[in-house]
């Protein structure tokens, strides 16, 4: 079935750790998004990739990285990570044209203790 | 940039109609969509409104937009407890790579018997 994978589906983290959140689409569009869903705010975007070999800042990016080694896989890391990134983390991804809106993968629910 | 706003919670007897609003700040919005989340998933786009209509109508769902008040509404019709979800409203996108969306803060749809 065509879609968006990630994973893991949740994690508990300890403070200080490196965490990579994988993301894997296999439409073959070629952009994609990270966002993180908070209560009360919605989603917020993380940080976003064009294309293959692009990558941009989104909304909140501080704290996140993100590459884009090929078409397929947008992975997430936490390099050193805090409680205030407890969070649901949702990869999506877009054709290149509007009107078909995003589709989006099930979330990453992770929390940092 | 775009900044997309609606209410947090409503609530509806099953049987009566639902209507959701959601008003935007750009108005180079290409399109407008509306997303479903239920518990514990991803985001679904449920439908969307191409900036130069005024209303589309897909079976339950009626979308209204108006541009001069850059106000956007989604209408269901006959609710039932299935649709108990958070919606999202959201606007962007358009013919150019990664035209990002922009969500709002999502409503909460609670059906009461």
């Known amino acids: 079935i065509a879609g968006i994978t990630q994973a893991p589906t949740s994690q508990i983290l300890a403070a200080g750790r490196r965490m990579t959140l994988r993301c894997t689409q296999d439409?073959?569009?070629?952009?994609m998004y990270w966002y993180r869903q908070d209560l009360g705010l919605g989603l917020r975007l993380i940080h976003y990739?064009?294309?293959?070999?692009?990558?941009g800042k989104g909304e909140v990016p501080d704290g996140y990285s993100v590459s884009r080694a090929n078409t397929d896989d947008f992975p997430l890391t936490l390099a050193s990570a805090v409680p205030s990134q407890t969070s649901v983390y949702f990869c999506?991804?877009?054709?290149?044209?509007?009107?078909?809106?995003?589709?989006f993968g099930s979330g990453t629910r992770l929390t940092v203790v | 940039g775009e900044d997309v706003e609606q209410s947090l919670f409503l609530s509806v007897r099953e049987g009566d109609s639902s209507v959701i609003n959601c008003t935007y700040t750009?108005?180079?919005?290409?399109?407008l969509y509306w997303y479903k989340q239920e518990p514990g998933a991803g985001l679904q786009l449920l439908t969307y409104?191409?900036?130069?209509?005024d209303m589309k109508q897909d079976q339950r769902l009626t979308v209204l937009l108006n541009k001069k008040d850059k106000h956007l509404s989604l209408r269901i019709a006959d609710t039932q407890t299935g649709d108990s979800a958070i919606y999202f409203c959201?606007?962007?996108?358009?013919?150019?790579?990664?035209?990002?969306?922009?969500f709002g803060s999502g409503t909460r749809l609670s059906i009461r018997p």
């Open positions: 959201a606007g962007g996108g358009g013919y150019s790579s990664a035209s990002k969306i922009i």
């Open positions: 750009d108005s180079s919005s290409t399109y």
């Open positions: 409104i191409f900036s130069n209509m």
């Open positions: 999506a991804s877009s054709p290149d044209a509007g009107g078909n809106g995003y589709t």
């Open positions: 439409m073959r569009h070629n952009a």
């Open positions: 990739s064009n294309t293959a070999g692009t990558t």
